[in-house]
C-alpha cells in the first residue's frame, strides 16, 4: 500500500518522512507570495506530466532527483500519482504560502472530481520543519474531507488573488471562510504586506524597522524563524534579505550599515563577503526613523515596483492597505 504525502516545503517534506507518516513525500516547493504570477499556460501544465516545462515549472522540479528516481514517480503529473497511490494526504502548515498552495491544489484537482475524492487534508497548525520528527509523529491536526463546497471557495479565492487588483482578495473577507479555516488568517496577512497607507511599507518591512529602530543590530537578528523576535511569516529567508536590500539600497535608504550585498546567492558563496554581511551593523536612517514613527513615506523617496499577487504595484500604480480600518484604498 503506497502512501502519499504531499506537503508545500522542503523542509516539512523531509520532517514527515522521518517521523514515517508516508511512504511517499514529496513538496510542492512553488513560492507564490513572492514574483511575478504563472501565466496561464503556466499554470495549466505545472501539475501536467512532464514534457516540455523549463526548469522551475513543474511540481517535481524542487524534489531530488535520486528520489524521484528511487520511486519512480520521475515526470509524472500529479493527478495521475493521486491513481497510482493508496492514500493521499496534503499536510499544510498554517503560513500564507502553503495556504496559497493549498488554494491551487484543490483548484487544480477540481477539474477532476474523482481525484479530490483520493486525498484528505491534514492542516497543521505549526511549521512541520520545526518539530522533532518524533513529536510530529504524535501530531494530530485536524482532518478536512474536501467537497464540492471546498473546490468552489478555493478556485474563488485563487482567482482572487491572480486578479490583476487585490479588490477581489479584500471581498473574501466578507464571505465565509469556515470551510478552510487557516485562510482568513492568510488573507488578512497578504493584505497587511501591501503598502501602508500611512508608511509606503508592508508589515514586514515595518517589522524589520522596529527590529533595528535600537541600532547596532546585525542583519540575522531581524530576519523570521524558530523563537525570532520578527514572528512574520509572510515572506521566506531569501524574500526577507531581498526586501532588507530594498530598504537599505535604495536612492533614500530607511537603513544604514549594510556593509554587502545584494543578498544573492554569489554573496553566500562568497565567504568574506558573508562575513561583512553577516557582521553589518544596522541602524535606522532619519528617513527610516520619520518612517517608522509614522512622518513620512517611503514610497514618496523611493520607486517601488513589485508584485502582490496578480496585482503589479508600482509608483503610479500603488494599492495601499489601512490596517486599523481593514480597507483598500486604490491608487490616487
Not at 491536526?141 to 478555493?154: D, F, M, Y
Not at 464571505?175 to 500611512?198: H, K, N, R, W, Y
Not at 518612517?291 to 513620512?296: F, N, S, Y
Request: one cysteine or more.
Amino acid at each position: 500500500m503506497t502512501r502519499l504525502v504531499l506537503t508545500t516545503d522542503s523542509s516539512a517534506a523531509g520532517a514527515l518522512e522521518q517521523a514515517g507518516l508516508g511512504d511517499l513525500v514529496l513538496a510542492v516547493n512553488r513560492r507564490l507570495v513572492w514574483g511575478a504570477p504563472l501565466s496561464g499556460a503556466e499554470l495549466e501544465t505545472f501539475f501536467a506530466p512532464r514534457t516540455t516545462q523549463p526548469p522551475g515549472l513543474h511540481w517535481l522540479d524542487d524534489t531530488p532527483a535520486w528520489r524521484l528516481e528511487k520511486s519512480g514517480v520521475k515526470g509524472r503529473g500529479l493527478i495521475e500519482l493521486l491513481f497510482e497511490c493508496d492514500s493521499a494526504e496534503l499536510w499544510i502548515e498554517p503560513n500564507p504560502n502553503a495556504q496559497l498552495l493549498l488554494l491551487w491544489l484543490l483548484d487544480h484537482c477540481g477539474g477532476e472530481r474523482v481525484a479530490v475524492s483520493r486525498f484528505v487534508i491534514r492542516q497543521l497548525d505549526v511549521a512541520a520543519g520545526d518539530v522533532d520528527p518524533e513529536r510530529l509523529a504524535e501530531q494530530n491536526p485536524r482532518t478536512i474531507n474536501p467537497s464540492q463546497g471546498h473546490v468552489e471557495l478555493a478556485g474563488r479565492a485563487w482567482r482572487a488573488y491572480r486578479s490583476p487588483t487585490p479588490r477581489a482578495w479584500v471581498d473574501l473577507l466578507k464571505t465565509d471562510l469556515s470551510l478552510l479555516p487557516q485562510l482568513e488568517q492568510s488573507a488578512i496577512g497578504l493584505l497587511e504586506e501591501l503598502p501602508s497607507v500611512t508608511t509606503g511599507l508592508g508589515a514586514t518591512e515595518t517589522r524589520i524597522l522596529e527590529l533595528i529602530a535600537p541600532g547596532e543590530v546585525q542583519p540575522f537578528e531581524v530576519f523570521p524563524g524558530d523563537q525570532k523576535r520578527n514572528e512574520r511569516r509572510v515572506f521566506d529567508y531569501w524574500e526577507v534579505g531581498t526586501l532588507l536590500d530594498g530598504l537599505a539600497r535604495c536612492p533614500v535608504p530607511a537603513i544604514s550599515g549594510l556593509e554587502e550585498g545584494p543578498f544573492s546567492l554569489d554573496m553566500h558563496v562568497d565567504p568574506s563577503r558573508h562575513a561583512r554581511y553577516k557582521q553589518s551593523r544596522l541602524s535606522l536612517t532619519d528617513l527610516g526613523k520619520a518612517v517608522l514613527a509614522g512622518e513620512e513615506d517611503f514610497c514618496r523617496h523611493n520607486p517601488i515596483s513589485r508584485w502582490w499577487g496578480g496585482t503589479h504595484l508600482t509608483s503610479d500604480r500603488l494599492w495601499r492597505w489601512d490596517r486599523d480600518s481593514r480597507a483598500l484604498l486604490s491608487p490616487v
